[in-house]
């Protein structure tokens, strides 16, 4: 699993933080959800629960929708 979780989104997203941060594979968002920065609410746990289902899935489709999901769940918190 850990070479699935190496593999890029659909696009890389940058972080409004300090220092600015890019995550690009599936396992720098994981770590930047766990990573305490954020609300820890159902959402985030849903969306790691996706990103570890589009990785394994290996499936171009669902990682560009889960990507998509990711990038508007950050916007919303105001960190992409």
Do not use: C, H
Request: charged share 20%; aromatic share 2%; proline share 8%.
């Amino acid at each position: 699993m850990q070479a699935k979780l190496a593999m890029p989104l659909a696009r890389p997203i940058v972080l409004r933080v300090d220092p600015p941060r890019t995550l690009d594979t599936f396992l720098s968002a994981i770590e930047y959800l766990n990573a305490g920065t954020l609300p820890n609410t159902v959402e985030v746990d849903t969306i790691i629960d996706q990103i570890m289902s589009a990785a394994a899935s290996q499936d171009p489709a669902i990682i560009a929708s889960t990507t998509d999901e990711l990038e508007r769940m950050l916007r919303e918190l105001g960190q992409a």
